[in-house]
């Protein structure tokens, strides 16, 4: 019996690379913590009633998922980084890389992207149903702002574990597979949206990995990634008031 489990750890183990083994398997422990404790059911379960005495009660939920998101998806991969590869965080696209590329690229897909936007809102109302995921801030400037703010750092942190993290930390074993693998659990993570927008994560997934790795940066993806989940909230709310 124990020559057998010696030829399984010579068969199965040897030869694997530290880093791989370290990003594949602390990222499907880090998505399903974040599954379960960086989710607004979580906050309602849990945390809830302890912060009913502040105003916008129905935001907490989502003020600590986007948060909470700071969390799970940036910091502990983050630390995780530092201790268990020997790559420095630069090498996971924490720098502005090809600045001109990036801010070109972003910019420009997000104009491109308005017109769909408003289009998808008008022919799907399932768009209108979903978002913003908070109706209570919707009333005003001064509650929808903030709100979009803490929706920044959810999106910064989830750009940087998919196309930070995940993308560069496999690129070195898998080279440009690594936007085919990091595309697939992303895609998984927009099961529950409509299904224009699931089917589209998918090529988004794809296109933004690319950006990642020809401006060796994350960043540009994140900023994408926002104004557009910005504009769509904008939009739902305007076509809601009409």
């Not at 022919?123 to 978002?131: A, E, M, V």
């Not at 992303?186 to 927008?197: C, G, Q, R, T």
Request: charged share 15%; net charge positive.
């Amino acid at each position: 019996m124990k020559s057998y489990f010696i030829s399984l750890k010579e068969k199965y183990l040897q030869g694997w690379d530290r880093q791989t083994t370290v990003i594949l398997l602390s990222s499907a422990v880090i998505l399903t913590l974040h599954r379960n404790y960086s989710r607004t059911r979580f906050f309602r379960a849990n945390l809830a009633e302890y912060f009913n005495v502040l105003p916008l009660v129905e935001s907490h939920p989502y003020y600590y998922w986007f948060l909470s998101t700071a969390l799970s998806l940036f910091l502990i991969p983050v630390i995780v980084a530092m201790i268990g590869t020997e790559q420095g965080l630069g090498d996971y696209g924490i720098r502005l890389g090809k600045q001109k590329l990036g801010w070109g690229v972003s910019i420009s897909a997000w104009i491109l992207m308005i017109p769909v936007i408003v289009l998808a809102v008008l022919l799907y109302p399932s768009f209108q149903d979903k978002y913003p995921f908070c109706k209570e801030v919707a009333g005003s400037w001064t509650t929808f702002l903030p709100y979009q703010l803490a929706y920044g750092i959810y999106m910064f942190s989830w750009e940087f574990f998919f196309r930070g993290f995940m993308l560069f930390g496999l690129e070195g074993r898998f080279g440009k597979y690594s936007i085919l693998i990091q595309t697939i659990p992303f895609a998984v993570m927009h099961f529950s949206k409509p299904l224009p927008e699931a089917l589209g994560s998918i090529v988004a997934g794809l296109l933004l990995g690319v950006l990642a790795l020809e401006t060796r940066s994350f960043l540009y993806g994140a900023v994408i990634h926002w104004l557009v989940a910005m504009t769509m909230d904008t939009v739902c709310v305007i076509v809601s008031w009409n």
